[in-house]
């Protein structure tokens, strides 16, 4: 791959150890509910499969296609919110209260001139931080 001319960027999420606890713990309340609409989606599957009354089955795919829309947004979300907040094995502390996530993104601006008329950033891919430790630091 060639890259463009033009400035490249590296972004690294940054939490204060307080609010990574905050966002840990909605992030886990999240998943609760995503695994919550996943059984109810899968109950609702084998009730549209078991029955064989036409109405029922009608309604039975219905409440399973409610079912399956609750647990696909849900999941989105779930989703979203694991890449922008690290578990602990993918935080690293950086100071006394400032925590660094160790997956970060590479993009590009498509604009040379910098300008910023329109221009769109382009992902380039993502960036791995890691702690070491150089001589006697």
């Not at 033009?6 to 609010?19: D, L, M, N, Q, R």
């Not at 109810?40 to 399973?64: D, G, H, M």
């Amino acid at each position: 791959m060639v890259l463009p001319s033009g400035c490249i960027y590296i972004a690294f999420p940054v939490f204060t150890k307080k609010s990574l606890v905050v966002h840990q713990a909605e992030k886990m309340v999240r998943k609760s509910k995503a695994r919550a609409f996943f059984r109810e989606k899968e109950i609702r599957l084998e009730s549209f499969r078991q029955t064989t009354n036409s109405r029922l089955k009608a309604k039975c795919y219905s409440n399973y296609i409610r079912a399956l829309d609750r647990y696909d947004k849900k999941q989105k979300l779930v989703e979203a919110i694991s890449r922008i907040v690290p578990d602990d094995v993918d935080a690293i502390n950086i100071d006394d209260d400032v925590v660094l996530m160790s997956q970060g993104t590479v993009w590009t601006n498509n604009d040379p001139a910098g300008t910023k008329s329109g221009s769109a950033n382009v992902l380039l891919g993502s960036a791995e931080a890691r702690l070491t430790t150089i001589g006697n630091y």
